[in-house]
Structures are given as C-alpha cells and as structure tokens.
C-alpha cells in the first residue's frame, strides 16, 4: 500500500488555511457589525469610548501573534540544537578515522589508501624427526628418533609414539 502521509499533510495544511480564512471573514464581520463604543477598565487604567470590536478581536489578535513567536523561537531554538549536534557528529566522525589509522599503524595492518602491503617474511617449515642408522655390524641396537630444530641442530630423543592397541591389552 503507498504511503499516505504526505497526502494527509497537504490536507492538514488546506485545512488549517481554510480554518484562518474563515476566521478571518468571522472578526471582519464582526468588526464592522459591532461599531457600538464601550468603556473598558482594568484596575487602575480606564478607556472610554472603545470600540467593541476591539475588545474581542484585539486579545486574540494578541494571543495569536505571541503563540506565533512562540513557535519561532522554539523553531529557532531547535535548529540552533540540530546544528550542533550535527557539528559533534562531524567531529566524532574525524575522530573514528583518525583512531582507525592509528590502530591499523599499532596492528601493523596496511593502510587503505596506500600501494600494497609489504611482503611478509616466508614461514620456516620445520622438517620432522629423523631416525638414526642402524649399526652395519648388527650389533642389534635399536634406532631411536631424534628431534631436529629448525635450525638443523639435534634436541635429543624425540617422544615415543604410543600404540593404542597395545595401550588398551
């Protein structure tokens, strides 16, 4: 289904116009049906002679122009807010790419912008144990392995392995 948003939004918008005209039409109606003078007074201050009219339309007059200002300064108040929020998003934003390059320096990861990463040094295979020669004599004794670094020099006797079904009898 489309959204209709937008649709109830102009409609609010005709409304509302249609609503101020008619209010409009109302107190200019009223201004020019009530052109009697009375005599308004409100503690110490007296006025006479004022036209009724006024006494209706001009307080409201008033109360619509303070809610105009009102909502301009809330409006004002308000955009003031999202520019500095927006100003703080662009600072954060600096700082999370000035904290990633740091941490690819630190984990020595390459950059993204540079050329290719450097070559990285070759891994050193170690070679598996070897046996020692049976004596030619046949002496009879038993070859044991022998653990090789990786650097060629022996370690001595290498572990056993077990079997495991000898193990288990």
């Known amino acids: 289904m489309p959204d209709l948003g937008h649709l109830w939004q102009r409609f609010l918008q005709l409304l509302a116009l249609v609503l101020g005209l008619a209010v409009g039409v109302g107190a200019t109606v009223f201004g020019y049906s009530n052109t009697a003078t009375v ?29 105009m200002l009102y909502h301009w300064w809330a409006s004002l108040t ?37 050329t290719p990463a450097k070559a990285t040094k070759p891994v ?22 022998v653990a090789v670094s990786a650097d060629g020099e022996t370690e001595g006797p290498a572990p056993e392995p077990t079997d495991d079904a000898n193990s288990k009898a």
């Open 39 to 67: 005599s308004v007074g409100f503690a110490t201050w007296h006025a006479s002679g004022v036209p009724l009219w006024t006494v209706a339309l001009v307080p409201l007059g008033a109360l619509f122009v303070l809610g």
């Open 78 to 114: 308000h955009f003031t807010e999202n520019i500095g929020h927006r100003r703080r998003v662009h600072e954060l934003e600096e700082e999370v790419g000035r904290l990633k390059s740091h941490l690819d320096q630190v984990l020595e990861m390459p950059d993204h912008a540079a």
């Open 124 to 145: 050193e295979l170690v070679e598996p144990p070897r046996l020692e020669p049976v004596a030619s004599d046949g002496a009879g004794q038993k070859a044991e392995p």
